[in-house]
């Protein structure tokens, strides 16, 4: 076994980022000369996009000295008229390893993050550990201790509760955005530098939440698969007025190396071409869907049963996303029919504008609770946010039931046009989806109730936002242009079947009365068609004989 020999020394600076090509059979050794005195502890954090690096105190690999991952680093305590410090830095990849590295320095004033670990492998842990599926993303940090000057202890972590213990620090959740669908190397460690240090993340981020000594140290976000998120943690110092930060977190909710659906191809073929099949049609509801009336209850009746049963296959069945777009599709088209049908025999606008209006209400409340408001610390109760929901999605076909024409006309302009967005982030990414998949994902899963939901908005989501509203707008204008003067809805169809089928039986002088039953028309056929099958007569003479 080949011992691993240092090529060199990687000389850093303190607030200096450098960038590094780690490789498997050359470890590294990074130094930091030069430490000022009134510098107390050291974080070295190193970070790459996907592939594994790890850091240690000594070449020798041991748990409570050392880490491996994307995102890592090291608390060092400096010890009296220390002014050199190593750390040593390799890769278990067998392809090369992008790094950029950063040692960054504290005052005894400043709060240590993590220094009172007691849940993971660390003595003193900075960093942030990220969880993510499907529905969310779960970032975990172990709370910070006090600062101390070089050489003295470190005050107790848990033995009193006052101001003048770790009991009075706050932590400043953030939440960073990379440029959408970009998943490049470079992108990520150029931007991993603005979420670093504290001024550059107060100044880049978004905070999201402030926690309290007294809170756990846990937070969760909605997953953004293919969507570049950086993580960190600024532990503040009130008494004091001093802050330290974590070691950066990213993720992208997907693997760059899984062999099926990973980051560089999310999109499935089957999502596609369920979307874009959906997307004509919404898009022809946004023009005609007040004409088309019929064509509109199928859309309608697609959206209402593929919804309900969507969620209910995956609550109860563990069959594969294709096989539950199949399904969903086919069920989604029985409850188009079964509308339609309802809407021919019975003829009561009434209800079929109540569906419409409640899919309208949907999409209406879906925006409401995209909003900030989504996040608010109430509707964390679910019987608080979905009694809220529902009261919004039936508020719409109440105040519209004076006019129904008009709220069937936006609905057509408003769900139509959507369903163009929802194609759209079937090949390309975009924010404005998550408006129906959260409302998803919270009745698939429980847990999304505690996740913040907040979503970058940036240049494609501003186009895109610009195409939903001109569809909408020129769909709604037009529709209701070219129906002024007509009727508001298409009479009842079965009444109207039926009136002609007495007026044809009743009326002789109508030619469809000499019109043979069907039943009779269908043996007509089939005796053509047997005609077409038998062997002709010979010619010859086929009159008959005069007597």
């Known amino acids: 076994m080949m011992t691993p020999s240092f090529a060199s020394l990687l000389e850093f600076s303190v607030g200096k980022f450098r960038y590094l090509e780690l490789q498997k059979p050359f470890p590294e050794e990074a130094i930091l ?17 996907y592939q594994n690096t790890t850091v240690s105190f000594s070449e020798t690999l041991l748990p409570n000295a050392s880490g491996t991952g994307t995102d890592k680093g090291l608390v060092f305590i400096l010890r009296p008229e220390q002014s050199i410090c ?45 969880e993510y599926n499907f529905f969310e993303t779960t970032i975990k940090f172990a709370p910070a201790n006090l600062g101390h000057a070089r050489g003295t202890d470190a005050p107790p972590c848990d033995v009193k509760t006052g101001q003048d213990s770790r009991w009075r620090l706050q ?21 991993l530098q603005r979420m670093a240090e504290v001024p550059q993340v107060q100044a880049n981020a978004v905070k999201v939440v402030t926690l309290t000594a007294d809170d756990k140290t846990s937070v969760s976000f909605s997953s953004l698969r293919g969507q570049g998120v950086i993580y960190n943690v600024i532990v503040r110092d009130p008494f004091l007025n001093t802050s ?20 560089s191809s999310l999109g499935r073929v089957s999502t596609k071409v369920f979307f874009t099949l959906f997307a004509l049609l919404g898009l022809f509801i946004c023009f005609f869907g007040h004409r088309f009336w019929k064509t509109e209850l199928f859309f309608i009746g697609f959206i209402f049963m593929g919804f309900f049963f969507y969620i209910l296959i995956t609550r109860l069945t563990p069959i594969k996303y294709d096989v539950r777009l199949v399904l969903t599709a086919v069920a989604g088209c029985v409850g188009g029919i079964f509308l339609v049908a309802a809407w021919w025999r019975f003829g009561i606008l009434v209800l079929c504008m109540l569906c419409i209006g ?27 946010f979905w009694v809220t929901f529902s009261c919004i999605a039936i508020l719409i076909p109440v105040v519209f039931m004076g006019c129904l024409r008009i709220l069937n006309i936006l609905s057509c302009g408003f769900i139509g046009s959507y369903s163009v967005v929802l194609a759209v982030d079937s090949y390309l990414y975009t924010s404005l989806s998550y408006i129906t998949l959260n409302v998803l994902k919270r009745v698939l899963h429980t847990d999304f109730r505690r996740a913040f939901i907040n979503v970058p908005f940036q240049t494609n989501d501003f186009i ?29 169809p079965y009444k109207l079947w039926k009136r002609e089928r007495e007026r044809r039986v009743t009326n002789i002088l109508d030619p469809s009365y000499h019109v043979p039953p069907l039943r009779e028309r269908l043996y007509g056929r089939l005796a053509q068609i047997k005609e077409l099958f038998q062997k002709e007569q010979p010619a010859g003479e086929r009159t008959p004989l005069l007597l």
């Open 33 to 49: 000369r030069h430490i000022s005195s009134n510098v107390t502890f050291l974080i070295f954090q190193i970070h790459s996009q």
């Open 86 to 130: 190593t750390w040593h830095l390799e890769t278990s990849d067998p392809e090369p390893v992008q790094n950029v590295a950063i040692p960054l320095s504290y005052s005894e004033s400043d709060p240590i993050p993590g220094g009172c670990n007691l849940e993971f492998d660390l003595d003193i842990d900075s960093n942030i550990y990220l």
């Open 171 to 191: 932590y400043d959740v953030y939440q960073y955005f990379l440029p959408e669908n970009d998943l490049t190397e470079e992108a990520l460690l150029r931007h």
């Open 244 to 263: 330290a930060a974590y070691v950066p977190a990213h993720t992208y909710a997907c693997s760059f190396e899984a062999g099926e659906d990973n980051c």
């Open 358 to 384: 409640l899919v309208l209400g949907f999409l209406v409340s879906s925006v409401t609770f995209f909003t900030p408001l989504g996040n608010l610390k109430i509707f964390r109760d679910d019987s608080v």
């Open 464 to 492: 895109i936002l610009a195409v939903w509203g001109m569809l909408a707008v020129s769909g709604i204008t037009l529709q209701i242009r070219r129906e002024r003067g007509q009727p508001f809805f298409p009479p009842h």
